[in-house]
């Protein structure tokens, strides 16, 4: 239990950030993470340690996320962006345009992935969870993430090129 107290200021932001990006809402990403945390230190026990802890907290989260996915609160979730019921930012409107076109190109390009590969980014760009431990989430060689997220990056830098013009 004190390791995990000890690595809660490591991890926590990057499990907030594998959310965030996950549900794009600010307050759900928090309240998922709160669970995540909760669930984690309620199983301590049942960590094996085989593998680290924070494959297992993030293996935690992957199963909190399917959860909230088959929930109806994600179903409101989708409604209030549809609806354009989104948080207010603190910054100009010409940031918030530049950030938000940035963010739907990245989102666009995670969409067109295969499932695999884009958590495989998701994990690595906001997780920052090592290759062998997304290996171990994914079901897949350490060598063989390396090469699909290097692979995926190589591409994405391509097409963010093109775009730029």
Same mark, same amino acid.
């Given at each position: %239990? $004190?390791?995990?107290?000890?690595?809660?200021?490591?991890?926590?932001?990057?499990?907030?950030?594998?959310?965030?990006?996950?549900? /794009?809402?600010?307050?759900?990403?928090?309240?998922?993470?709160?669970?995540?945390?909760? $669930?984690?230190?309620? !199983?301590?026990?049942?960590?094996?340690?085989?593998?680290?802890?924070?494959?297992?907290?993030?293996?935690?989260? &992957? &199963?909190?996320?399917?959860?909230?996915?088959?929930?109806?609160?994600?179903? =409101?979730?989708? &409604?209030?962006?549809?609806? &354009? $019921?989104?948080?207010? @930012? /603190?910054?100009?409107?010409?940031?918030? %345009?530049? @950030?938000?076109?940035?963010? /739907? =190109?990245? $989102?666009?390009?995670?969409?067109?992935?295969?499932?695999?590969?884009?958590?495989? %980014?998701?994990? =690595?760009?906001? !997780?920052?969870?090592?290759?062998?431990?997304? !290996?171990?989430?994914?079901?897949?060689?350490?060598?063989?993430?390396?090469?699909?997220?290097? =692979?995926?990056?190589?591409?994405?830098?391509?097409? %963010?090129?093109?775009?730029? !013009?």
């Amino acid at each position: %239990m $004190q390791e995990l107290e000890k690595q809660y200021t490591e991890i926590q932001p990057k499990i907030f950030a594998f959310f965030y990006i996950k549900v /794009q809402n600010q307050s759900i990403a928090e309240e998922l993470t709160q669970d995540v945390f909760y $669930q984690a230190v309620k !199983g301590f026990h049942s960590f094996s340690g085989k593998s680290t802890l924070k494959t297992w907290i993030f293996s935690i989260a &992957n &199963n909190r996320l399917k959860t909230y996915y088959r929930s109806k609160k994600y179903a =409101r979730s989708l &409604n209030d962006k549809i609806t &354009n $019921q989104t948080e207010q @930012h /603190q910054i100009s409107p010409e940031e918030w %345009m530049i @950030h938000k076109e940035e963010h /739907q =190109r990245f $989102q666009t390009y995670l969409k067109e992935l295969s499932p695999t590969i884009r958590e495989i %980014m998701i994990l =690595r760009l906001y !997780g920052e969870l090592s290759f062998k431990e997304i !290996g171990e989430l994914v079901s897949q060689s350490e060598n063989y993430v390396r090469l699909a997220f290097h =692979r995926a990056k190589i591409k994405l830098k391509n097409e %963010m090129r093109e775009l730029d !013009g």
